[in-house]
């Protein structure tokens, strides 16, 4: 059996690089495709390989066995098919006769620490098979860890040959704001704070305590309230990225649609309130902290609303009573439980983008 790889530290200092002073961002448009630098870990060349235009997507045919007490089986397999995609049957590039197409991408949350079958995407899939609606669908999950907004842009214009009929991005509000500006600065498009190890301590330390809680939430927290400046910036590279992605999709009649998935610290923070406690403690932060970056996924959305996109945010959707937990106490990623309910919560605007 294979565990699931550690944060590595090389990731935690993703933000370490060598600048002294912010710039503002490049400009791009959809006719300036630029080349991403791959991002994943040390050691998961098994999993990851490099790609132009997504930065890094999956190896076709990949498999990974854990063990996963939390899960009913005990343990968790992730593969993926000839594309590289988190899909148990192969991809065609031609679509079946009769069928429409839906692409669906983010990050590890999307990818999924549960079975293919257990993902969102899949469950799309499943509920509309269920529904006995017509055309018949096929969802494709392209997730895949470390990602941020610029890499679902490269996932949409690297699978343009592929003739999705629509398009949904999810963006993580844990990581994601900090990954737009990690993926700017990685390719130089952008300038950032030089840190050293001193500033990394305390998140190398929750990190062996808790593990999770770093690289899912507390990492974006640490660095916008350690930069408050750069808040504005995330918000526009994000809202940028995702304008771009809207004008890919109206020039190849792609219907688009966005999903914003909250932490577990914003959903089910009862669930867990003696480890925030500590490593709010350990961090010297408040939930006040926690609660700041709210703010910029409400200008994202908000932003995102006024491109005429449609979304759904389920920070809204989960604000009452769940079924039951939806992550994962482990690492924090969304469990198979929570997979069903974003399913539920998805398929209304499923609906609508193929229509």
Request: with cysteine.
């Given at each position: 059996?294979?565990?699931?790889?550690?944060?590595?530290?090389?990731?935690?200092?993703?933000?370490?690089l060598s600048c002294a002073a912010a710039c503002t961002p490049q400009a791009s448009s959809t006719g300036d495709v630029a080349d991403l630098r791959p991002h994943f870990g040390e050691g998961e060349e098994d999993y990851y390989l490099a790609d132009p235009l997504?930065?890094?997507?999956h190896q076709p045919d990949a498999r990974r066995e854990f063990q996963w007490v939390e899960h009913p089986l005990g343990r968790i397999v992730q593969a993926t098919n000839n594309m590289g995609f988190r899909e148990d049957g192969p991809t065609r590039t031609e679509?079946?006769?009769?069928?429409?197409?839906?692409?669906?991408?983010?990050?590890?949350?999307?990818?999924?620490?549960?079975?293919?079958?257990?993902?969102?995407?899949?469950?799309?899939?499943?509920?509309?098979?269920?529904?006995?609606?017509?055309?018949?669908?096929?969802?494709?999950?392209?997730g895949a860890g470390y990602y941020?907004?610029?890499?679902?842009?490269?996932?949409?214009?690297?699978?343009?040959?592929?003739?999705?009929?629509?398009?949904?991005?999810?963006?993580?509000?844990?990581?994601?704001?900090?990954?737009?500006?990690?993926?700017?600065?990685?390719?130089?498009?952008?300038?950032?704070?030089?840190?050293?190890?001193?500033?990394?301590?305390?998140?190398?330390?929750?990190?062996?305590?808790h593990p999770g809680f770093t690289g899912q939430v507390i990492n974006q927290v640490k660095f916008f309230r350690s930069f408050p400046t750069f808040?504005?910036?995330?918000?526009?590279?994000?809202?940028?990225?995702?304008?771009?992605m809207r004008e890919v999709c109206r020039s190849h009649r792609i219907a688009f649609a966005v999903v914003l998935l909250p932490t577990a610290l914003d959903v089910e923070p009862e669930r867990d309130g003696s480890r925030i406690a500590e490593v709010l403690e350990m961090m010297g932060?408040?939930?006040?902290?926690?609660?700041?970056?709210?703010?910029?996924?409400?200008q994202v959305e908000q932003g995102i609303a006024a491109m005429g996109i449609p979304i759904v945010d389920l920070r809204k959707v989960w604000s009452?009573?769940?079924?039951?937990?939806?992550?994962?106490r482990a690492d924090l990623h969304l469990n198979d439980r929570g997979h069903a309910a974003a399913a539920r919560a998805i398929f209304p605007i499923l609906q609508e983008l193929l229509r």
């Amino acid at each position: 059996m294979l565990s699931l790889p550690p944060v590595p530290r090389a990731t935690i200092l993703m933000m370490g690089l060598s600048c002294a002073a912010a710039c503002t961002p490049q400009a791009s448009s959809t006719g300036d495709v630029a080349d991403l630098r791959p991002h994943f870990g040390e050691g998961e060349e098994d999993y990851y390989l490099a790609d132009p235009l997504a930065g890094h997507v999956h190896q076709p045919d990949a498999r990974r066995e854990f063990q996963w007490v939390e899960h009913p089986l005990g343990r968790i397999v992730q593969a993926t098919n000839n594309m590289g995609f988190r899909e148990d049957g192969p991809t065609r590039t031609e679509k079946q006769q009769g069928f429409k197409r839906v692409l669906v991408t983010g990050d590890s949350h999307v990818d999924g620490v549960v079975y293919n079958e257990e993902s969102f995407p899949n469950r799309l899939e499943a509920m509309w098979d269920t529904s006995a609606r017509a055309p018949s669908v096929e969802v494709i999950n392209a997730g895949a860890g470390y990602y941020g907004p610029q890499n679902y842009l490269g996932v949409l214009r690297r699978s343009i040959h592929l003739a999705p009929d629509a398009f949904i991005a999810t963006l993580y509000t844990g990581n994601d704001l900090l990954d737009a500006v990690r993926i700017e600065a990685e390719n130089g498009r952008l300038a950032v704070p030089e840190r050293k190890d001193d500033y990394y301590q305390d998140l190398w330390t929750v990190d062996g305590t808790h593990p999770g809680f770093t690289g899912q939430v507390i990492n974006q927290v640490k660095f916008f309230r350690s930069f408050p400046t750069f808040r504005d910036t995330a918000v526009a590279i994000t809202l940028r990225t995702f304008a771009e992605m809207r004008e890919v999709c109206r020039s190849h009649r792609i219907a688009f649609a966005v999903v914003l998935l909250p932490t577990a610290l914003d959903v089910e923070p009862e669930r867990d309130g003696s480890r925030i406690a500590e490593v709010l403690e350990m961090m010297g932060m408040t939930w006040d902290d926690l609660r700041a970056g709210q703010a910029m996924v409400d200008q994202v959305e908000q932003g995102i609303a006024a491109m005429g996109i449609p979304i759904v945010d389920l920070r809204k959707v989960w604000s009452g009573p769940l079924d039951g937990p939806y992550y994962w106490r482990a690492d924090l990623h969304l469990n198979d439980r929570g997979h069903a309910a974003a399913a539920r919560a998805i398929f209304p605007i499923l609906q609508e983008l193929l229509r």
